[in-house]
């Protein structure tokens, strides 16, 4: 850890925490707000630090950050390393140091919330007196979110997720460790030592089918942990979390879905850290944007042919004259974790 660098001064540095379960659209809100305000990102998916399996682990693609910087994503060469809270924390305040000292805003954002907890808390490095928090929290109802999870699983598979995970197999791999513990992999290891066999089309294709279903299955069970998690840090701990409603959005598609973003996301999340860093955004800035999206929708066909909120097609956009309207409309789609 940098100990000796100037952030660590005598004034309280601020960060904001997105935090949320997983699909929720952590990782597409922190890079709306990063091109509001001058950030960084720093990914806090554990599972993310591993380098491989993007499409299981759901990295945030090179487009979807749109020019952002992203810190700790696929750092870990060693699929079997394993990330302790220590060297986590270790990492992210490295990282902390790293933006601020570029005159930039820390975002952290992802979903492991025990190892949040773990550097928040942490009382050797005494976050909370060095650092002020604000913690935004995307809520999805959680019928909603499963059924979106689903979904969004299959959109998985179809970008290749199989493949991805064959070619990391190796027979009697311990998946209790490592990148290997990521939810996709220990779910198809009897479909590809059926497929090393050579058994019956017949039985490698209801695996597979098998397999599939449990990753829908345990990406819920996921989803409910990091709910109840949530709740822990705000009930118990007393974490002044700012919860956020994104379930409409995942009732709806295509047009509907970017307005319902637009205005029971992105909106109230700016105000909320606006108000957090006392940098206010004029609403006339915000009320522009939404001006321009129609005429940006009519000539990006590509978005009415999606049906689900939640692709990892997404393009660029910027705080930038005219290029923040094209973003924060086509940009809709997101994946997170």
């Known amino acids: 850890m940098k100990d000796s660098v100037e952030y660590l001064s005598n004034k309280k540095h601020k960060i904001v925490f997105v935090m949320g ?9 922190s890079v709306d707000l990063a091109t509001f ?10 599972i993310q630090f591993y380098k491989g399996l993007d499409i299981i682990t759901n990295k945030i693609t090179e487009s979807d950050r749109r020019g952002v910087p992203h810190h700790l994503l696929g750092v ?9 809270a220590g ?22 954002v992802g ?27 995307i809520d999805v109802a959680l019928p909603v979110l499963y059924k979106y999870i689903g979904k969004r699983v299959d959109q998985m598979v179809e970008l290749g ?29 009897s479909y590809f030592k059926a497929e090393k066999n050579n058994e019956e089309e017949s039985y490698k294709n209801d695996l597979l089918k098998s397999g599939i279903h449990e990753i829908k299955e345990n990406t819920c069970k996921l989803a409910l942990r990091q709910f109840g998690k949530i709740h822990r840090l705000r009930d118990e701990l007393g974490w002044g979390l700012h919860r956020v409603d994104a379930t409409a959005v995942f009732e709806k598609s295509g047009e509907e879905a970017a307005d319902e973003w637009m205005n029971a996301v992105l909106k109230p999340s700016l105000g909320i850290v606006g108000d957090f860093l006392n940098e206010k955004q004029k609403d006339y800035q915000i009320e522009a944007v939404i001006k321009n999206r129609l005429a940006i929708m009519n000539g990006y ?29 086509t940009n809709w789609v997101c994946s997170s974790k």
């Not at 305000?37 to 554990?46: A, G, T, W, Y």
């Not at 393009?315 to 005219?322: A, P």
């Open 111 to 137: 979903g492991s919330n025990n190892y949040i907890e773990a550097l928040v808390e942490n009382p050797i490095t005494d976050f909370r007196s060095r650092f002020d928090c604000c913690f935004l929290w």
């Open 161 to 189: 997720l199989v493949e991805e995970v064959r070619d990391m197999f190796v027979p009697g791999a311990d998946y209790s460790r490592g990148i290997r513990r990521a939810i996709g992999a220990p779910e198809l290891d």
């Open 301 to 329: 066909e590509e978005l009415k042919a999606k049906m689900n909120f939640g692709s990892n097609n997404a393009v660029g956009y910027g705080l930038v004259i005219g290029f923040a309207a094209f973003g924060l409309i």
């Open 37 to 46: 305000f001058p950030s960084e990102i720093i990914n806090s998916d554990k």
């Open 21 to 29: 379960s997983t699909a929720t659209g952590k990782s597409k809100l």
């Open 76 to 84: 870990i060469d060693d699929p079997d390393a394993d990330l302790t």
């Open 87 to 108: 060297e986590f924390c270790r990492l992210v305040e490295d990282s902390i140091a790293d933006i601020i000292s570029h005159g930039r805003l820390p975002i952290i």
